[in-house]
Nanobody, 116 residues
């Protein structure tokens, strides 16, 4: 079982940047596909970015180029670098770890607010 704790959210102006971190414990993230999802009130949780255990990445629609996911297996941490932020990026961002054998796990989420 893996526990996930997100950090790095906050209030940022449009055009600004943030880096989210997801620190894992209890198991190595090397066994999991790691991802970031986001959710706004009343809407479903959508994929932001995902990185496989082999390092391949994929991104939600129109996010590639502004957002970058990376993983540091040695630090057991996944990052999401977010640039050129827009008000529509405002959401709660969740870290996810998934393995067909070990299960599907979520963090508690971190709020990102893009506003002037």
């Amino acid at each position: 079982q893996v526990q996930l704790v997100e950090s790095g959210g906050g209030l940022v102006q449009p055009g600004g940047s943030l880096r989210l971190s997801c620190a894992a414990s209890g198991s190595s993230i090397s066994f999991y596909y790691m991802g970031w999802y986001r959710q706004t009130p009343g809407k479903q949780r959508d994929l932001v970015a995902r990185v496989t255990s082999g390092g391949s990445t994929n991104y939600g629609d129109s996010l590639k180029g502004r957002f970058t996911i990376s993983r540091d297996n040695a630090k057991n941490t996944v990052y999401l670098e977010m640039n050129s932020l827009k008000p529509e990026d405002t959401a709660v961002y969740y870290c996810n770890a998934v393995s067909g054998i070990l299960g599907n796990y979520w963090g508690q989420g971190t709020q990102v607010t893009v506003s002037s």
